[in-house]
């Protein structure tokens, strides 16, 4: 059969790839059309630099540039950024592909600008995205011939579209960027009379100006692939066939050779990557159609615009902004330019085509309700008598992923009429998703209307002569609302057309609480809402006087300005050398050059075997049976271990040990680990486990929420309480009391370097030496010991830097790693374990979800008289930190305010979920939820701006906690004092009154908050540390502490403090990895206090090494430089080497039961957001965020603005974006009870570049040392992602504003995230009334809790 379609070719095959990497020429003769580009350059070329972030197009850590050329004669190249993990390594023949490696090296002493500036400009912090960044940038310079003269900074702001970062808050990114920019100029600058330590985005441009102007390196593309030409490819895997034909004619007759099931197209693999990897959909063979002339046609005739089936989305928007004009093509144009500007990614649309898109036939695709609105015709070609036929792509959908094509039919040409009608037609496109970057829509339409002059002397009307309303999201298929648009026609285009519109739209497009996706009140509200708007626009068009100019707003495009940033640094005080200079990340150019190693990156040892975890399907249920039966035979296949294989014990757990590594009987949860199923490949090891089968019997009840805990009485532990004064009394005597109830979801840490560990064996002396991406190597150290049954002296764990970790990998990432511990056992050989990032974010826990029930009295002024407030969270199925975490909620409950009289109560949920765990502010920022939705409740109740009732309530300096503890060197109300100032709050609250009475439709909302977070842990015996300071013969200084480096700069922090310690060139000073068999018994880097811990436990081991070295500083010695002086102390046989260990002092550590608590110190912060709000779809912008942050005298000012600003737009996430979905038997019956719905970048949405505030200032606070923590510093990690909540609040005011002009006054209750549902659907108006009918004034979309 094959042989019959190539003979029919009539044309050679060639059964190899031909292509190059970063100038160099590979040719593989064994490629498996399975591979993708990632797999290979990581694993066969050792090119580790690209990373694995997700595996589905999502996040960019992948990111590579492809070239190729496009026209041999002219020599016309053209690059295309791409993600390496969906980009099959076929795809690539005849390309050249540049990575990471390929445009510098620290190494080769020859950085790109790229690479440098992102390091220097501090942009990279634990370095995992930052080689996909980087190439994102190398790609749009390279892409710009003259990227010096021709770069814009909008083309900057639009170029990391298909990137994510969880560490920096993307500012220091785009400011690096725009340095390559040519309109700088444009940028703001700051006030001439500003204090010098001020710097602006446009600063850091002006500073590489002149740089700028120099050539920018691009890696030479190679001579030989410019003579490339396509040939008849033929690649025969071990299981999977790659076709790639050249001609049309090829491609019709393989494709009636093998049609339907027996083959499957592929474009630009976008789809059928994610149908492989995560549907397990297996084909048996691919025919590759990139490279057929005839889908590539781009057309124009009097009649349509044509465009091949094999137009690439990039492409696309190149030719349709070429071609705009809404006179000739009646707005089609306009409308998918709209549409394609947020899809996907850059990434994506550089080689996804329009073709596969459309046969996709996904139901939420942007672009075919914008084609079924234009009426396009898809031309489909089979080989049976060179069949062409023509069918209307209104006529197209069948079913869900159902299209009308035959078997062997292929996709040619996309025709879409242009409208010649004499008739007004107007033509626009909508969609609103969870994040407008690389998000596909909840609601996507296309809307298209043709109006006639109505014969009156009213010349204002119209009448409808036909309509074409396509939605996107409101079914099993792209729909048209075929009947609604038959009731128009003939209809004047008024007011009331469109409500008809809207009712009928929604009789059509039934959605129930079982729709995949839910949503369904929130997706009625987005039809009715872009319809509105496409009236409004249509009528602006027509310049119809019936609408009120306050509408106008919504018939336009919302423009989003270009972002920037400003940071204010306060003087270096002069006594410290280092302490205080910005000192760049010490592996920051190794990160922008790809060179910084991570676990995945290490090389496998000879016989390493690999490992993929057979997970529980179903949450408490009994195992009955195991069948290895399908597993044990994937070739490759070493073994299974499981319970049965623990020497130790099996029970383990961070506090108490109530977990079992691997599950013996009853599953606690989906994605309960009940195996290991271990193979010679990785890839074998995936399959296998894949095949396990499982037998359970199902048990009662599963438990999933707070609320399903409550009812069943199912919780960890007792309850917690913390009382002072006498809460009933003065609530029962209060002038004013009120109650509520607030909800705030779970957070995934979504670091980008998901858990990754490797486990050596030896069989000498039963060692075990672990590599893990761990926060608390001890604690692994001290659980893998247990459960392998030796001693903590026979295992070592090390730690070199991780890739994110944000509280996720304190605890959770330690069982993974025991249970590859026991399988290293088993075998007696090394093995290694990546977790994926679905099965990493569906297993290792989240953000605790909590529930907050508060009663509060205060006067009739606003002061606070009483406090009775009660929490629980959703812990999961076993303690973990919960309870940690759930302490530090209730002593932050009070935010910083004072409440005379407080109750505060607690208590851990357990449910059938994995267990949650620390995230940045371990319990705190739930707790400042719920203190501050206290704040806003009184304030709407009694008309008050809130910012009134947070200063009248402010602790005062001496004042003391409801956990007893005095506050010392009280900052807020200065904080809050110089931020009203510098943010210009007040002629910017009257601003926004002004703002929101001219728009009816888009509001702004401001809101000023402050925040003290207690830093220490409160388990007492945590606060300890120890250093080990080695300085060798040649005077260099080698550090081991016990913190781990996870991007938060400790590294480089405890260098400066070494550095200024010993007083020697930083230089000098090197941290290497952190090791249990360096440092022991370490705490985990957690609660912000390892730069104290450390950073002191350094400084005493340094300070002994001086003071032995300073002695000998005496005679002609007395000015030794430090080289000869460490040389002289080791001819003298003094010991240069020294051990520091520092317990902070007491009073410290929680002590609940006594109502008790005493932190080392607060750090203290306020913010300002104001926020711009589009009330018909709940999408939002952050205008601008001033920040001003009391981190005492700052070790490093910019690795801390770097905290500031990442934990900040983390909170943001936090409280307006993420949302963490779970299968339940009430709010998500649609998916799988148990199961994490939102197990990657495609559903769960982290703050994306277009999300940062668009102008975003930071100020570190001046002259407020801190005697409490080395060298007056205070810790920076958590502290500012509450702050996060002041987009949060600032969403709410404007929320309010609007249901005040709707006629829903007073307190109303926004759950957290503030997502676009919610904030759309706590826009109460007529159209959420019809979306969800009489309760729509307190409505209350649906959430996992
Ligand atoms: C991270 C990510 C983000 C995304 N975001 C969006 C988004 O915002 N909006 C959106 O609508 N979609 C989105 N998608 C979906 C996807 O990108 C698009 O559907 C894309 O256009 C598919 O094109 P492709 O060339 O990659 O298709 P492929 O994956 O190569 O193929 C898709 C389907 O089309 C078939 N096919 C391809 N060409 C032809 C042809 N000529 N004739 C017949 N059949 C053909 C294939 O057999 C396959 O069934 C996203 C996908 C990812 C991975
Ligand atoms: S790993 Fe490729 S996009 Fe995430
Ligand atoms: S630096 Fe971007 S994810 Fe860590």
Request: aromatic letters at 8%; one cysteine or more.
């Amino acid at each position: 059969m094959v042989n019959e379609a190539v003979q029919q070719s009539a044309t050679p095959t060639i059964d190899y790839l031909l292509f190059y990497v970063n100038g160099n020429r590979v040719i593989e003769h064994h490629a498996e059309p399975d591979w993708t580009l990632l797999w290979y350059l990581r694993n066969k070329l050792d090119l580790t630099g690209s990373k694995l972030g997700c595996g589905e197009g999502g996040c960019g850590a992948c990111t590579v540039l492809v070239s190729r050329c496009v026209d041999r004669d002219s020599g016309a190249l053209e690059h295309r950024t791409v993600n390496s993990c969906l980009a099959p390594l076929c795809s690539v023949d005849g390309c050249h592909v540049v990575t990471i490696e390929g445009i510098g090296s620290v190494a080769k002493s020859n950085m790109h600008p790229a690479q440098s500036r992102i390091a220097e400009m501090y942009a990279s912090q634990c370095g995992f995205c930052t080689p996909g960044i980087v190439m994102s940038l190398y790609g749009t310079l390279t892409s710009s011939d003259h990227p010096h003269t021709s770069l814009t900074i909008q083309d900057i702001e639009d170029a990391f579209d298909g990137n994510l970062c969880r560490c920096t808050g993307y500012r220091p990114i785009l400011d690096a960027a725009k340095t390559f920019a040519k309109d700088i100029n444009t940028l703001p600058c700051k006030d001439s009379s500003a204090s010098k330590s001020i710097s602006t985005t446009l600063d850091k441009c002006l500073s590489f100006a002149e740089e700028s102007n120099k050539e920018i390196t691009k890696v030479e593309f190679p001579q030989e692939l410019r003579e490339y030409i396509p040939e008849f490819t033929h690649i025969k895997g071990s299981t999977i066939e790659w076709y790639r034909p050249v001609t049309l004619h090829e491609l019709l007759r393989l494709r009636s050779t093998y049609p339907g099931g027996a083959s499957k197209l592929v474009y630009g693999n976008t789809e059928v990557q994610i149908e492989t990897k995560f549907k397990h959909l297996k084909y048996p063979r691919f025919i590759c159609v990139t490279n057929i002339e005839e889908l590539q046609q781009m057309k124009r005739t009097p009649t349509s615009l044509i465009f091949g089936a094999g137009v690439t989305l990039t492409r696309l928007q190149a030719k349709l902004a070429q071609w705009n004009d809404p006179k000739v093509d009646g707005g089609v144009c306009q409308a998918l330019i709209d549409q394609l500007k947020y899809f996907a990614s850059t990434q994506i649309r550089n080689v996804a085509s329009l073709g596969g898109n459309i046969v996709n036939a996904s139901p939420i695709s942007d672009v075919n309700p914008v084609l079924q609105a234009a009426g396009a015709v898809l031309e489909l070609h089979r080989a049976e008598a060179n069949s062409v036929r023509h069918i209307p792509i209104t006529d197209f959908f069948l079913a869900y992923r159902r299209v009308a094509m035959i078997d062997d039919e292929i996709l040619v040409n996309i025709h879409i009429p242009l409208q010649l009608s004499t008739n007004k037609t107007f033509l626009r496109s909508y969609k609103q998703a969870r994040r407008r970057d690389d998000d596909i829509g909840i609601v996507s339409a296309g809307l298209h209307v043709e109006l006639e002059p109505v014969e009156s002397t009213d010349k204002q009307q119209w009448r409808i002569v036909y309509t074409r309303f396509s939605f996107g999201g409101m079914g099993p298929t792209t729909i048209l609302i075929k009947k609604t648009q038959k009731e128009l026609v003939g209809q004047p285009w008024t007011r009331a057309a469109i409500k008809k519109a809207c009712e009928l739209a929604l009789e059509e497009m039934p959605l129930n609480e079982l729709t995949p996706g839910g949503q369904p009140e929130y997706r009625r509200a987005l039809v009715q809402s872009f319809l509105y708007k496409f009236y409004i626009y249509v009528c602006s068009e027509l310049q119809q006087s019936s609408v009120d100019p306050k509408e106008l707003s919504v018939a336009h495009k919302y423009h989003r300005a270009i972002s920037h940033g400003q940071q204010t640094i306060p003087e270096r005080p002069a006594s410290h050398e280092i302490i205080g200079t910005s000192l760049p990340l010490r592996s920051g150019y190794l990160q922008t050059t790809g060179e910084a190693k991570y676990i995945d990156d290490m090389p496998s040892l000879p016989n390493t075997v690999y490992g993929a975890f057979v997970l529980a399907t179903q949450p408490n249920a009994r195992i009955k049976n195991i069948d290895l039966g399908a597993a044990s035979k994937v070739p490759g296949f070493v073994s299974f271990v499981n319970h049965d294989d623990v020497q130790g014990s099996n029970m383990t757990g961070d506090v108490v040990h109530d977990e079992e590594v691997f599950v013996s009987s009853v599953t606690p949860c989906v994605g309960a680990v009940i195996g290991i199923v271990l193979c010679e490949t990785e890839r074998a090891a995936h399959a296998a486990a894949h095949l396990v089968q499982i037998e359970y019997e199902l048990l009662t009840p599963t438990l999933f929420t707070i609320d399903d805990a409550i009812e069943h009485n199912s919780y960890l532990g007792d309850e917690k309480c913390l009382w002072q004064g006498d809460v009933e009394q003065t609530l029962s005597e209060a002038e004013h009391t009120l109650e509520g109830t607030v909800l705030i979801g779970g957070q995934e840490h979504f670091y980008l370097e998901t858990n990754c560990c490797m486990v050596i064996p030896s069989n000498d002396d039963q060692e075990l030496t672990i590599y893990s991406s761990t926060q608390n190597p001890s604690k692994l150290q001290e659980l893998t010991a247990l459960a392998v049954g030796c001693a903590s002296n026979h295992v070592t764990c090390h730690v070199k830097r991780m890739g994110g970790a944000f509280g996720g990998k304190e605890s959770r990432s330690i069982a993974p790693c025991i249970s590859v511990a026991i399988a290293a056992m088993k075998v007696g050989r090394p093995v290694r374990m990546n977790i994926e990032r679905d099965v990493d974010m569906s297993i290792t826990g989240q953000r605790h979800p909590f529930k907050i029930q508060y009663k509060v009295g205060f006067t009739n002024e606003g002061q606070f008289t009483a406090l009775d407030v009660r929490l629980w969270s959703n812990a999961g199925y076993s303690f973990d930190l919960s309870m940690a975490v759930l302490e530090r909620a209730m002593l932050h409950i009070d935010n910083t305010y004072r409440f005379p009289n407080v109750r505060v109560r607690g208590r851990l949920c357990k449910t059938h979920l994995p267990s949650n765990t620390a995230f940045r502010g371990f319990g705190g920022p739930q707790g400042l939820f719920g203190c501050e939705t206290i704040v806003d409740h009184i304030a709407t109740y009694l008309k008050l701006d809130p910012v009134a009732i947070r200063r009248l309530n402010m602790y005062k300096e001496g004042d003391i906690t409801h956990f007893g503890q005095p506050l010392e060197r009280w900052h807020i109300p200065r904080l809050m004092d110089e931020l009203t100032k510098s943010s210009d709050y007040v002629q910017r609250q009257k601003s926004i009154e002004d703002f929101n009475k001219l728009h009816t439709y888009r509001k702004r909302g401001i809101c000023m908050m402050p925040t003290k977070f207690g830093i220490a842990f409160t388990a007492k015996f945590l606060n300890q540390a120890g250093a080990l300071v080695l300085v060798y013969k040649d005077s260099s200084v080698l550090i081991s502490h016990g913190g781990t480096e996870m991007g938060q700069g400790l590294h480089t922090k405890m260098v400066s403090v070494a550095a200024e310690a010993l007083r020697c060139n930083v230089n000098l000073v090197r941290i290497s990895e952190t090791s249990t068999d360096k440092v022991a018994n370490t705490s985990p880097t957690a609660a912000s206090a390892s730069s104290d811990l450390n950073g002191m436990a350094i400084r005493i081991a340094c300070e002994q090494i001086r003071e032995r070295l300073d002695k000998l500083l005496v005679g002609d010695d007395a000015h030794l430089s430090w080289k000869d002086l460490v040389k002289k102390a080791y001819f003298l046989r003094i010991d240069l080497s020294a051990h520091g260990f520092y317990a902070t002092p007491e009073p410290l550590g929680g002590d609940l039961a006594n109502n008790r608590a005493h932190f080392n110190y607060f750090t203290q912060g306020a913010a300002v957001s104001e926020v711009e709000l589009d009330t018909l779809t709940g999408d939002w912008h952050i205008l601008r965020t001033d920040i001003l942050m009391d981190v005492g005298t700052s070790l490093n000012p910019q690795i801390d603005i770097g905290q500031v600003e990442g934990a900040f737009v983390q909170g943001v996430g936090l409280f307006t974006m993420e949302e963490l979905i779970w299968g339940d038997h009430k709010q998500y019956k649609w998916t799988k009870p148990g199961a994490l719905f939102t197990r990657g970048p495609g559903t769960y949405k982290i703050p994306s570049f277009n999300d940062v505030p668009i102008d975003m200032r930071v100020e570190l606070l001046s002259d407020a040392p801190n005697p409490r923590a080395i060298y007056s510093s205070k810790a920076v990690g958590e502290p500012p992602l509450f702050l996060g909540a002041s987009a949060f609040f600032a969403l709410k005011n404007a929320c309010m504003a609007y249901r005040e002009q709707q006629g829903h006054s007073g307190y109303f209750l926004l759950n957290s995230p503030a997502t676009v549902e919610r904030l759309r659907m706590a826009c109460a108006d007529e159209f959420t009334e019809r979306a969800c009918m009489n309760e729509h004034g307190a409505f209350q979309a649906r959430g996992s809790f």
